[in-house]
């Protein structure tokens, strides 16, 4: 995935923002591959949290947000887990 930075803005009196004028060109990011995979399954992980606990009240939610915060927590560990080697593989 590649992402252009957008170019730097300055407030101008008047209250309106107008482009920073610069003689270098946009900075151009890629993110890796596995980064995006990571956030990906980050994103799916929430959205399971959330349907779990969707439309429950009273102790049935109680019930099913503690379960599913601590499947999200455990989610997110392995994740952070996942990021940290491949970082230590990138280098």
Known sequence: MTNLLPAARYSRPGGYSQPHRRSEAQMTI????????????TREAWQRYAERVRDLTGAEYERAEHESWDELQADLAAF????????????
């Open 30 to 41: 890629t993110v890796p591959q596995q980064d995006q995979a990571l956030e990906e399954r």
């Open 80 to 91: 952070a887990a996942d990021r940290a080697l491949a970082e230590i593989d990138a280098v």
